[in-house]
C-alpha cells in the first residue's frame, strides 16, 4: 500500500483506539473479577462439591455438569448446524423462497430472549419429551439457541468459497458429498471455527434459558438425565440470591472464562487441523 | 465418523433414564421460591447424609411454579416463600420452615434515623422527592420498589395501605441482592429487603442501614420476638398427605436439628 | 464417496434445516398457547396502554415495546461503529501477532456470562451513572452494557467478512493508488458489506433478546422515558422480573409480553431481509 497520508495516521490512531477502549473496559472488567474472586480460587476450588449454599467449598459438580451440558449442546448443534448451512448454500438461491424463510425463521430465533428459550425447552424437552429437569433438557435446549448464530456464521463461510473450487470438483468429477467433505467444508473450516466460538461462548453463558431446564440441583451428575447446575446458573445464585455469595461468585465466575478460553482454543484448533490436513496448506 | 460417535453417545446416555426412573422411590421433589431454595438444599444434603440411598432434588422457578408443580404432581414438595391464598389453601398444606422479616435500607451515609409511616407513604408515593424533606441532607430520593407478584411488595403494599399504582420508584429490583447492591451504589436510595439478607451485609461492612418500622427495631430478634410488623412465612407446600418420605423430610426440616442452617441463611427458625 | 451419499446429501440437509423452522413454529405457538388465556378475554388494545400493573388488571405493553427497542437501538448504535473498528484493526491495522490475540480476547468476551456482566454494571457502572446523573439505572446504562455484550459478535462476524475480501481487490486499490484509509473504508467494507451486516443484525437481535443483564442495570420501572437517563423496563426484563411470582392471567400476560417481543424479532428480521439485495 502507498506511503500514509496524514488521514491515514489518524485513522490508523482511531482503530487503534478503538481496540485499545475495548481491552480497558475489558481488563477493568477483569480486574474487579479478580480482586473478588481470586482469593477464593484454588486446586480446592475446583475439585470439591460446594458447601452452605455455594459459600463454602467448591464447584467440581457444577463444573462437571457445565461441561456436560455443553458437550450436548456443541454435540447436536455441530452436525445440525452444519447441515442446515450446506443445504442453505448449496441448494438454495440468494433470493429463493425456501431460503428466504429458513432464514428468516434462523433470525426470529436469534432474536428470542434467553427466557422464552427455558420456557419452551421446560415445556418441550422437559415435560412433552419427558426429560425432566436434566443436563440433556438444558443442552437440546442451548442447542437450540445456538443454531442461528451458528448457521449463519458457516454459511457466510461456506458462500465465500471461491467458486472456481466448486467447478473444479466438478470438473474432476467429484461428488457432491465428496466435494464438500474434501474441499468446500475444509475451506470453510476458519468461519467454522468462529462459529464454534461464538456458540461455544453463547452456551456457557446462558442462565435463564438453563434454571428451568437442566436445573438447580447442585450434586456430581450421575449421567446425562440427571440435574445438574451449570456454572453460570450457579454464579447468578451466588450473587443475586445468596447473602454473601459474591467472592465465590466472581471465582466461579474467572473459572467460566478459563473454560471458555480452553473451548476456543480447541474450537479453532480443530478447525485448522482440519483447514491444513485436508487442502495441504 | 464423529457424528457417529456422538449419535452413539446420545443414545447410550438416553438409556439411563430408564434406569433412574426406577429410583423413584427414594426421591424427593422440591420445586419453588429461589428465596427458600439455598436453604432448601442445605437441608436436604443434611437429609441425604442421614439418609442414605435417598435423593433431594431442588429447583427453582419461583414461589407460583412451587404452588403450580405441587398441584400437578410434578413435585412432591413445594418451596413458597409467602402464606397460602385462600383459594389454593383448599388444595394444599402449608408447613412454615423458617420466618424473614422485610424492613427499610437506607445507605449508611444518610443520617436519617428513622421514618414514621406517614413520610414512608409520601417517599414511596412521590409526594416527598428530596431527602432534606425529613430532615436529611440536600440529596434526591431514589425509591426502590419490588416487582409485582413478590410476596415482599404484597407486604409493603398491605402495611402502607397504597396501591402499586401509586407507588412513583425510580428502580424497580427482583431479587433482595440486587435490591441491596442498588441502595449500596446510590447514596440516595431507599429500598425495602429481607431483613436476614440486610443484616448479613452490614455485618459484612457493606454501607447500608436498616430502618426500624412502627418504632421497632429491625432485627431478625425483633421478627423472632414476634414485635416487628413486617414478615413472612417461608413455605413447604404439599398436596393431600404427603408420603412418608416427604413426611419424614418435613418433620426433620421442622425440627431444631436444622436451626443452624436456617440461620446459615439469615432466616429467622419459627417460634416454638 | 459413493454416489448414494449425493441423493441422501439435499434431504439430510434440507430436514437440518427445516429444524429451525420448526423450532420458531413451535417456539410461537408455545408463546400462544401460553398467553391465550390473556388473549381470550378480547380487548387486545388494553395490550397497547402504558400502565403495566397487572395485578389491578392493567397490562400495557407500549411502553416497555419501546424501551426494548430503545435499548437495542442505542446498544447498537454503540457496537455497530465500534465493533467495525475493531474488526478493521485486527484484519488491517494489527501486526499479526497481536490481531490473533485481539480476536481471541473478543472471542472470550462473547463467552462471559450475561449475569456477571449485570453484576458488574450493578455494581460498577449503575453507581458511577448515579453519580453523574442519578438514579443511575437507566436507559443509558442498559444500553453501555448491552454494547459491551453484543461487542464481540458484530466484530468477529465482521472480521470473517472482511477476512473473506478477495486479495485482488485489495491490490486493485492499491494499484490505482488509493489511500489506505479509502482502501479499507470504500473498498473493502463495502465488499464485506453482507458478512457486517449480517453481524450487526445478529448482534441487534441479541441485543433484543438479552435478559438478564439489562434486568440488573435497566432499572425496570414501566414508563416512558423522558430522557436517556431515565429508568426503563424491558420486554424481556419483564418476563424474568415477574414470571416467578406469577399466576393465571398475569403469568399470561406475561407470556404476551414475549409474544410481542418474538413478533418484534420477526418483524426485524423480515424487515432486514428486505434490505439484502436479491442478487449476491
Not at chain 1, 75 to 82: E, F, N, Q, R
Not at chain 1, 113 to 124: E, T
Not at chain 2, 143 to 153: D, F, M, P, Q, W
Request: proline share 5%; with cysteine.
Amino acid at each position: 500500500m502507498p506511503s500514509a497520508t496524514p488521514g491515514d495516521r489518524l485513522f490508523g490512531l482511531a482503530l487503534w483506539g478503538a481496540a485499545l477502549g475495548v481491552v480497558a473496559v475489558f481488563a477493568w472488567l477483569f480486574a474487579d473479577l479478580a480482586r473478588l474472586g481470586l482469593g477464593a480460587l484454588s486446586w480446592d476450588f475446583v475439585t470439591t462439591a460446594p458447601e452452605n449454599a455455594g459459600r463454602a467449598g467448591g464447584i467440581a459438580p457444577i463444573l462437571v455438569s457445565t461441561l456436560l451440558i455443553l458437550g450436548v449442546a456443541v454435540g447436536v448443534a455441530t452436525p445440525v448446524g452444519l447441515g442446515a448451512a450446506i443445504w442453505l448454500n448449496t441448494y438454495t438461491r440468494a433470493g429463493g423462497h425456501a431460503g428466504r424463510r429458513i432464514r428468516l425463521a434462523l433470525d426470529g430465533l436469534a432474536g428470542m430472549p434467553s427466557i422464552v428459550f427455558g420456557l419452551f425447552g421446560n415445556a418441550f424437552f422437559s415435560v412433552t419429551l419427558g426429560l425432566g429437569f436434566s443436563i440433556l433438557s438444558g443442552g437440546l435446549t442451548l442447542a437450540a439457541m445456538i443454531l442461528p448464530i451458528f448457521i449463519r456464521t458457516v454459511e457466510a463461510g461456506l458462500a465465500a468459497v471461491d467458486d472456481g473450487w466448486r467447478r473444479g470438483a466438478a470438473a474432476l468429477g467429484l461428488s457432491q458429498s465428496a466435494a464438500l467433505a474434501h474441499i468446500v467444508l475444509p475451506a470453510a473450516a476458519p468461519a467454522i471455527g468462529a462459529g464454534l466460538m461464538l456458540g461455544i461462548g453463547r452456551a456457557a453463558a446462558e442462565t435463564a434459558a438453563l434454571i428451568f431446564t437442566s436445573g438447580y440441583v447442585d450434586r456430581m451428575p450421575e449421567s446425562l438425565s440427571d440435574s445438574g447446575r451449570a456454572l453460570a446458573v450457579h454464579i447468578y445464585d451466588l450473587s443475586m440470591n445468596v447473602a454473601g455469595g459474591d467472592a465465590h461468585a466472581a471465582a466461579s465466575a474467572l473459572v467460566l472464562i478459563a473454560l471458555v478460553a480452553a473451548a476456543n482454543l480447541l474450537a479453532v484448533a480443530l478447525s485448522r487441523r482440519l483447514l491444513t490436513r485436508r487442502l495441504a496448506l | 465418523m464423529l457424528n457417529t460417535l456422538i449419535s452413539a453417545a446420545l443414545l447410550l446416555s438416553l438409556a439411563a433414564p430408564l434406569h433412574a426412573a426406577q429410583a423413584a422411590d427414594n426421591k424427593l421433589v422440591l420445586t419453588g421460591s429461589s428465596t427458600v431454595a439455598p436453604l432448601a438444599l442445605e437441608i436436604g444434603k443434611r437429609f441425604e447424609a442421614q439418609n442414605p440411598g435417598v435423593r433431594v432434588d431442588v429447583q427453582t422457578g419461583g414461589s407460583s411454579r412451587g404452588v403450580a408443580d405441587t398441584m400437578n404432581g410434578l413435585a412432591d414438595i413445594g418451596l413458597v416463600s409467602r402464606a397460602l391464598k385462600p383459594a389454593e389453601a383448599k388444595t394444599l398444606a402449608a408447613h412454615t420452615l423458617a420466618l424473614d422479616g422485610v424492613a427499610l435500607v437506607v445507605h449508611a451515609s444518610n443520617p436519617v434515623k428513622q421514618l414514621d409511616d406517614a413520610q414512608i407513604k409520601a417517599i414511596y408515593t412521590g409526594r416527598t422527592r428530596n431527602w432534606r424533606e425529613t430532615g436529611g441532607p440536600d440529596r434526591p430520593i431514589t425509591v426502590v420498589n419490588k416487582a409485582e407478584g413478590r410476596s415482599t411488595l404484597e407486604l409493603f403494599l398491605h402495611y402502607t395501605g397504597l396501591k402499586n399504582s401509586q407507588i412513583r420508584a425510580q428502580a424497580v429490583i427482583g431479587d433482595n441482592q440486587q435490591g441491596i447492591k442498588t441502595v449500596t451504589g446510590n447514596p440516595g436510595a431507599i429500598g425495602y429487603v429481607s431483613i436476614g439478607a440486610a443484616e448479613y451485609a452490614v455485618g459484612h461492612g457493606v454501607p447500608i442501614r436498616l430502618l426500624p418500622m412502627g418504632g421497632v427495631e429491625a432485627s431478625t430478634d425483633t421478627v423472632q420476638r414476634g414485635s416487628f410488623p413486617l414478615s413472612r412465612p417461608l413455605n413447604l407446600v404439599t398436596r393431600g398427605a404427603p408420603s412418608p418420605l416427604a413426611a419424614r423430610f418435613i418433620a426433620f426440616a421442622r425440627s431444631p436439628a436444622v436451626r443452624d442452617l436456617i440461620e446459615a441463611q439469615y432466616f429467622v427458625p419459627p417460634p416454638r | 464417496m459413493p454416489r448414494s451419499a449425493d441423493t441422501l446429501l439435499e434431504p439430510l440437509t434440507a430436514a437440518m434445516a427445516g429444524i429451525s423452522a420448526l423450532l420458531l413454529i413451535g417456539m410461537i405457538g408455545f408463546l400462544l398457547a401460553e398467553s391465550w388465556p390473556a388473549l381470550a378475554h378480547g380487548n387486545w388494545l388494553r395490550f397497547a396502554g402504558l400502565a403495566w400493573y397487572p395485578l389491578e388488571g392493567q397490562f400495557g405493553l407500549a411502553a416497555m415495546g419501546i424501551a426494548t427497542l430503545a435499548v437495542a437501538a442505542l446498544a447498537i448504535l454503540l457496537a455497530a461503529p465500534l465493533g467495525l473498528a475493531c474488526a478493521l484493526f485486527a484484519r488491517f491495522q494489527a501486526p499479526p501477532a497481536l490481531a490473533g490475540g485481539f480476536r481471541g480476547l473478543l472471542a472470550l468476551m462473547a463467552g462471559v456470562p450475561s449475569v456477571v456482566y449485570g453484576f458488574w454494571g450493578l455494581t460498577v457502572l449503575v453507581p458511577l451513572v448515579a453519580r453523574w446523573q442519578p438514579p443511575g439505572a437507566s436507559l443509558f446504562t442498559a444500553g453501555l452494557v448491552l454494547a459491551l455484550m453484543i461487542l464481540p459478535t458484530v466484530a468477529l462476524l465482521a472480521h470473517a467478512a472482511l477476512a473473506a475480501v478477495p486479495r485482488g481487490l485489495l491490490d486493485g486499490a492499491a494499484a490505482l493508488g488509493l489511500s489506505r484509509r479509502t482502501t479499507l473504508l470504500k473498498v473493502a467494507v463495502p465488499a464485506a458489506r453482507r458478512g457486517i451486516v449480517g453481524g450487526v443484525l445478529l448482534g441487534l437481535a441479541r441485543a433484543l433478546g438479552e435478559t438478564m443483564a439489562v434486568l440488573m442495570v435497566a432499572g425496570n420501572v414501566v414508563q416512558l422515558p423522558a430522557s436517556v437517563f431515565d429508568p426503563v423496563r424491558v420486554l424481556t426484563a419483564n418476563i424474568a422480573l415477574e414470571m416467578a411470582y406469577a399466576t393465571d392471567t398475569h403469568r399470561a400476560g406475561l407470556f404476551v409480553s414475549g409474544l410481542l417481543l418474538a413478533l418484534l424479532a420477526l418483524g426485524l428480521a423480515w424487515f432486514a431481509a428486505r434490505l439484502e439485495p436479491r442478487h449476491a
